[in-house]
Each structure stands twice: as structure tokens, then as C-alpha cells.
């Protein structure tokens, strides 16, 4: 198990702010934030490369703040993999037991089973800048878990890879937080790595943690403004409690009236989240069944992605609608055309408004 | 029917860099015609260049000068080394002026160099005096050539290190260190040989500009003489003939292994250009 106990440090004009974190052994974790919130400097402080100014890091109840990196035993993978460029894949893979003192025997069995388990052995003889990414980050993987590490740090180990090399990484991390059951701490900023792998997930913005928790409850519930830009709803409003009656409250966002759940009391300043996925869209002329929220816009612009489109649909209240994508480079709906959107109450998440968070 | 853009063809000569290599080229032609000017004479006199290549004098002068020069890039890799990891490796307040302080022997004027070494080894020198009395003696003496070619050459080598470390990524050494490397190990099998060329072509450096050293050496160590006092010192004695066929004979040599040196430089795969 890692702990973080109010962990603060200062670099130059960015702090780290006392971050504290549990993550229970055998967990897929995940810190997903901005870049330069500070996820991939606590992960230099969990693997003993960072000092941190106070606080404390505990590994199995251990403290080991002032263990030194190399005597920590923790697997770490950079981004970009950082593979020793004058060494092959064999040497690359052997170094963490080389500097254990392995005999050259172990040495070679271990590599053996390493390069098998990742489908490398082929590579065993090619120097780094000859690989693919795919190939650079099973190689940086098997290199990390040579040491037998209790624990593995991975600092965006996707980002630099192609969406076919990236879905099989995926699985292949996967696989081996299943078969393994190691501890695995990783930064992200993509809510897919998160949904598909995390048992966890702490939000982290600015060197602070917003929230921690099931990636389903972080990003459906976010507990602030922030949390709620970094689990990546679209659609934010600040807006006015007009009225509350039976956990429901009426807020009014820019003139238009908008029912969520909620019990703040009327007059309060309030931020709705409403998730762009969560909304159905439909042609003007169509009817619709009684939804709580009902607003008319008109499509301005469409991004189509694999499998959806979002719309911007402008109107008394800008939003983005996200839908299934129909048919082959199209969307059902045209720029220009005249749409009404529905979301239910229970689709509306009423957060306090905090002058603080908002600037 | 419209004309089909034009296409470079290939193995057609860039042109346009022919204007750069005509204004540059100059600074080579220098060079090359300062060679001749020594070469052209000396060559239509082989047998009196064959007399000076071959007097034992010129020889035990071009013997020492070229063993000093080894020993002081031997002094500076040794020292200079740990400097410039530090150097690519921190920052604090005052750096910069550690950097100047390195860059010093750069624009000083030589003999002023020559000076400052001098007064730190003469025998009643700071460092001078203790070492006179474990009987090493610095003032006409081996020894002083060899410190005055480090003091001169100590920039030439700790910056070229230092930039050779600076292009090694400081994560390759943190990964290493996660793997169970100790600091000085994560160096010793990370970053040292990856910017192993900017050491190798540094201690070049540093050698070339020690073997060339003059105004330096002579403050502190006229005897034994080095080639370029042999060389003033010919001059002033024997005339310009005498000097040039000396001069001459330490063209060749040097050019020779400084273009072994760099062919060794290309042929050896450097993890330099690898990382």
C-alpha cells in the first residue's frame, strides 16, 4: 500500500499542496489532471526522485521519505519510456537486476521470461531507436517489473502511442494488473484510460486533489466547478436558486429556467453541470415526451469523431451535445438547423458556487 | 493544359549553397595558405627538413610537448569531468559566476595566464612552496609546463563536457535510479557513455590548445623547452628558416592525429547520436 500524508513541495513558482493518498495494494489508480497540475511530480516523490519540502510517504506502512530512489524497489515509466539508447533490449531489461547483483544466470532467465511474457523476444537484440512506440513501452514495462517491484508508477504511458498500439498497451496493462496484481499507480488525462483501467481515480488540479473515488462517481458526481472541467463535463453554468420544493431546485442561468436536484436554499448562487452525453437532442418539428428540461437552439458547428458527434448548439443557453454517430462522416442534423435539447432533473448536478473556484 | 510544376531533380547541385561555401570558404583558404606558406618552402628543401625532422633536440622537444599536452588532458578529465557533470547537473545562485570563472583562461591574455600560473607554483608560490618541499618543483621544470597547458585548457574541456552531459536526459538517470542505480552508478553506466564524444572530442580540444600553448608555458617553464619555444626560440636564434622547418614538422604531426582522431570519433557509433 502507498500513503501519502500531506505531501507539500516548492519548485520555483509551482506548489504541491498537501497531497495525501491511499492507495490499497493490488489497486489500479489513476491521477488524472491537467498538464502541469503536479501528477507527474508525485510520482517523482513516490519513487524517491523528488524530496518532498514536508510530509511523509509510506510504502506497506513503511516510511520511506527519506529512502533513497535506488533503494525504494519501485518500478517507474516515463512518458516518452526513456529506454537507455546504447543499450539493446536484452541490456535495457537486465539493468535493474545488474544493479541488484544478480548472477549473469538469473540475469538471463529472468530476461528470457520478461521478453516472452511481452512478446518481445524478438526485439532482444535491437537498440531502442529502432522501435516502435508500442514495442519502446513494453520494453520500458518489462524493464520496470525486471526489479519486482511492489509497486509500478506509469507517467502517461499512451500518450506517445497510436490509437491501434495504444487500445492493445491497454489491454496489455490490463492483463498484467490482473494477472499480477501489482499496484499501479498512473497519471492520465484521458477519462477512456480511466474508465477501461482505474479501480480509482484522484483529481488533481494546480498541485491540489480535488476528489478521489470510483471513476463512475468521480465523473458523474464531480464535487466542484474544477473537478467538474477535469472529469470532463462540457456543459457548466453559474446560475440562481429561484425556488426549492421537495429536493428540487429551480435555478435561473441567464434567463432561462433550468429544474435540477437540489436543496439550496432560493437566492444562493449555484454551478450546473449537465454532461453532454446526458442530453437528447431533437429535430424542432418533432414531438417529445415530458422531459423536465426542454431549450431550443440551433446547431453551429459539429465535431465528428469514430463513433459520435458533438453539436455547439447555440441558443438562450450555449451547450454541447454529444450523440451516436449515425451514418459515416454525417451527423443527423445540419448545421443551421433548428433543435430542441431535453435533459431530465437528475441529469443536472447543482454544486455551491465558490468564489474561490472560480478564480 | 497547365504546365506542370517544376521539380527538383535529383543529384541536381543546390546552389544556393554555393554562395555560403564562397564566403566561407574563405576562412578554410586562410588556413590552407598559411600551411603552404611554410609547406611550399620547406618542401622544395627536403633535405634540410629531413635534418630537423630527424635532430634529436626537435624530436625530445616534439616528445615532450605531446606527452605534457596528454598529461594535461589527463590532469582535466580526471577533475574536470566531475566539474562539468556538477555544472549540467545543478542549479544555485552564483553559477553563472562559476562559469565565468571557468571561461577565464579564454580571454585572458596569454602571458597573463602565464603570470597567474607563476605566481601560484614559483617556489615561493601558494602552491609552489609546499610542493617544492616534497620535491616537486614547478618553475623550469616539467611539471610547469604541465600546469600552465591545464590552467589554459581547463575551458575548452569542462564546456564541451559539460554540454555533452547537458544532452543526456536527467529521466534516463532517475529511471536508472529506480532500477536500484546509485547516483554515481546511474553515471558511470548511463550518462558517461552516452556523451562520450563531447568527452572524447573535449579532451581533443583541450589537448590541441595545450600542445599549442606559448606565452603561458614560458612564464613558468622556458626549460625543457615545449615546440612553440623551440619554434620562437629557433626563430630568434637561427632566423626564419630555422623556425619554419620545426613548425613544419609540428604541422604534420599534429594534423595527422587530429585527423585520426576525428576519423576515430565518426567511425566509433556514438551514443550520441543514438539518444
Known amino acids: 500500500m502507498i500513503r501519502l500524508e500531506h ?34 511530480l508525485i510520482l517523482e516523490i513516490i519513487a524517491g526522485l523528488k524530496v518532498p519540502g514536508s510530509g511523509r510517504v509510506l510504502l506497506n506502512d513503511n516510511d520511506i521519505t527519506d529512502t533513497r530512489a535506488e533503494d525504494r524497489n519501485i518500478g517507474f515509466v516515463y512518458q516518452d519510456y526513456s529506454l537507455f539508447p546504447h543499450y539493446t533490449v536484452r541490456k535495457n531489461v537486465a ?10 544466470s538469473d540475469q538471463e532467465k529472468n530476461v528470457q521470461r520478461l521478453l516472452q511474457q511481452f512478446g518481445i523476444s524478438h526485439l532482444a537484440d535491437r537498440y531502442p531507436t529502432t522501435l516502435s512506440g508500442g514495442e519502446k513501452q513494453r520494453v520500458a514495462l518489462a524493464r520496470a517489473l525486471a526489479i519486482d517491484p511492489p509497486v509500478l508508477l506509469l507517467d502517461e504511458p499512451f500518450a506517445a502511442l497510436d490509437p491501434v498500439s495504444r487500445e492493445e498497451c491497454m489491454q496489455g496493462l490490463k492483463d498484467l494488473h490482473h494477472d499480477n496484481g501489482i499496484t499501479i499507480l498512473q497519471v492520465s488525462h484521458s477519462r477512456d484510460e480511466v474508465y477501461s483501467l482505474a479501480d480509482e481515480v484522484a483529481l488533481i488540479d494546480h498541485g491540489s486533489i480535488l476528489q478521489t473515488g470510483r471513476p463512475t462517481d468521480v465523473f458523474s458526481h464531480p464535487e ?23 429536493g428540487l431546485n429551480t435555478i435561473d442561468v441567464h434567463g432561462v429556467n433550468i429544474t435540477g436536484e437540489g436543496n439550496y436554499p432560493p437566492g444562493n448562487r449555484v454551478v450546473l453541470c449537465i454532461r ?15 422531459i423536465d428540461n426542454i431549450i431550443h437552439g440551433t446547431v453551429v458547428s459539429q465535431i465528428i469523431t469514430d463513433y459520435t458527434c458533438t453539436l455547439n448548439v447555440e441558443g438562450p443557453l450555449p451547450m454541447k451535445v454529444t450523440i451516436p454517430r449515425k451514418n459515416q462522416g454525417q451527423s443527423e442534423f445540419q448545421n443551421g438547423e433548428v433543435v430542441r435539447i431535453f435533459f431530465s432533473r437528475h441529469q443536472v448536478l447543482v454544486l455551491p458556487f465558490s468564489e474561490l473556484q472560480e478564480h | 493544359m497547365e504546365k506542370a510544376p517544376k521539380t527538383a531533380k535529383r543529384g541536381v547541385f543546390d546552389w544556393s549553397i554555393l554562395g555560403f561555401w564562397l ?10 595558405l598559411a600551411i603552404l606558406s611554410i609547406a611550399v618552402p620547406e618542401l622544395g628543401n627536403p633535405g634540410h627538413l629531413a635534418d630537423v625532422a630527424t635532430d634529436p633536440s626537435v624530436l625530445l622537444t616534439l616528445g615532450i610537448t605531446l606527452i605534457a599536452g596528454l598529461n594535461a588532458v589527463a590532469i582535466l578529465v ?21 562559469e565565468s ?6 580571454i585572458l591574455p596569454h602571458t597573463v595566464a602565464g603570470l597567474m600560473v607563476y605566481l601560484l607554483f614559483m617556489s615561493q608560490g601558494i602552491i609552489g612552496a609546499p610542493l617544492g618541499n616534497v620535491g616537486i618543483v614547478f618553475e623550469d621544470a616539467y611539471p610547469g609546463i604541465v600546469v600552465a597547458m591545464v590552467f589554459v585548457a581547463i575551458p575548452y574541456y569542462v564546456n564541451t563536457a559539460r554540454e555533452g552531459f547537458e544532452t543526456v536526459p536527467v529521466r534516463l538517470e532517475n529511471v536508472a535510479r529506480t532500477l536500484g542505480a546509485s547516483r554515481s552508478r546511474a553515471f558511470w553506466h548511463i550518462t558517461l557513455p552516452l556523451s562520450s564524444r563531447h568527452i572524447y572530442y573535449g579532451a581533443l580540444l583541450a589537448w590541441g590548445r595545450a600542445i599549442g600553448e606559448f606565452a603561458a608555458v614560458i612564464m613558468i617553464a622556458y626549460f625543457p623547452m615545449v615546440i612553440s619555444t623551440l619554434i620562437y626560440y629557433r626563430f630568434a636564434t637561427g632566423g626564419l628558416s630555422e623556425a619554419m622547418s620545426v613548425a613544419l614538422v609540428m604541422i604534420v604531426i599534429c594534423g595527422v592525429i587530429f585527423v585520426l582522431f576525428r576519423l576515430l570519433l565518426k567511425k566509433k557509433e556514438g551514443p550520441d547520436d543514438q539518444a
Open chain 1, 276 to 290: 453532454s452525453g446526458d442530453i437528447t437532442i431533437r429535430k424542432n418539428s418533432l414531438a417529445a415526451d415530458f
Open chain 2, 101 to 106: 570563472i571557468i571561461d577565464l583562461p579564454l
Open chain 1, 224 to 246: 466542484t466547478r474544477r473537478a467538474a472541467v477535469i472529469a470532463g463535463t462540457e456543459n457548466i453554468f453559474e446560475g440562481v436558486v429561484r425556488a426549492k420544493a421537495g
Open chain 2, 78 to 98: 580526471l577533475i574536470g569531468t566531475p566539474l562539468a557533470y556538477a555544472l549540467s547537473r545543478s542549479t544555485f545562485p552564483g553559477k553563472g559566476l562559476v
Open chain 2, 23 to 32: 564566403i566561407g570558404g574563405l576562412l578554410v583558404l586562410f588556413i590552407v
Open chain 1, 95 to 104: 539493468f535493474g537486476m545488474k544493479m541488484q547483483g544478480k548472477s549473469l
Open chain 1, 7 to 40: 505531501i507539500s513541495l516548492q519548485r520555483g513558482s509551482f506548489n504541491l499542496n498537501d497531497i495525501s493518498l491511499d492507495v490499497q495494494s493490488g489497486r489500479y489508480y489513476f491521477l488524472m489532471g491537467p498538464s502541469g497540475a503536479g501528477k507527474t
